[in-house]
């Protein structure tokens, strides 16, 4: 199972907005809606963003967004803030009890 | 609150066995299945398998199939991953990710593996 397709790094200035993508196979983000995002700072774990594409956990600001067009899945972060800065996974649902992250995306708020 | 608390950092040199474990709190510990999950240094998260705490069923990623066992423990509700035949590319964070539907929603803080002769 081959990794999710992130970019290496994104950037944005205060108050903009940003989005990361996370392109994968019909045989995983195209086949399900089972599409997550994570959020981790350094020396921090992940932290939940958004699952099943486009949901938000109880307490994520709703300036983070998901959304998914075939096999590409989309994390868009509106009115960026500095604590945003952070590194960003995407995971996917792949079959068969598996599950597959993308390589990562480093958010760097200017 | 859900409470993941894992096992502190372990140092092993190549061809040991390390096992890492997770005990979970806050909530009913049959009703999740549990997640192990590691990262490199400087390297992104990589899925390693997943058990279901009620039957005690384990899947594993192809990349650690014949390495690694899942156990749990539901009279201490504490989850354990042991991984054989170290090498010097299993030096990661080893989490444990409590299994929502189709997603992470709780994360142990993470154990450092450190494989070094």
């Known amino acids: 199972q081959s990794a999710l397709t992130q970019p290496r790094s994104v950037s944005g200035s205060p108050g903009q907005s940003v989005t990361i993508s996370c392109t994968g196979t019909?045989?995983?983000?195209?086949?399900?809606?089972?599409v997550s995002w994570y959020q981790q700072h350094p020396g921090k774990a992940p932290k939940l963003m958004i699952y099943?594409?486009?949901e938000r956990p109880s307490g994520v600001p709703d300036r983070f967004s998901g959304s998914k067009s075939g096999n590409t899945a989309s994390l868009t972060i509106s009115g960026l803030q500095a604590e945003d800065e952070a590194d960003y996974y995407c995971c996917s649902y792949a079959g068969s009890f598996n599950w597959v992250f993308g390589g990562g995306t480093k958010l760097t708020v200017l | 609150q859900v409470q993941l608390v894992q096992s502190g950092a372990e140092v092993k040199k190549p061809g040991a066995s390390v096992k890492v474990s997770c005990k979970a709190s806050?909530?009913?510990?049959?009703?999740?299945?549990m997640h192990w999950v590691r990262q490199a240094p400087g390297h992104g998260l990589e899925w390693m398998g997943i058990i279901n705490p009620s039957g005690g069923t384990t899947y594993s990623s192809q990349n650690f199939q014949g390495r690694v066992t899942m156990t749990r423990d539901t009279s201490t509700n504490t989850f354990s991953m042991e991984m054989s035949s170290l090498r010097f590319e299993d030096t990661a964070v080893y989490y444990c990710g409590r299994a929502g539907s189709n997603h992470f929603d709780n994360w142990g803080q993470g154990t450092l593996v450190t494989v070094s002769s």
């Open positions: 099943d594409v486009i």
């Open positions: 806050g909530y009913t510990f049959t009703s999740n299945y």
């Open positions: 019909s045989s995983d983000v195209g086949g399900y809606t089972y």
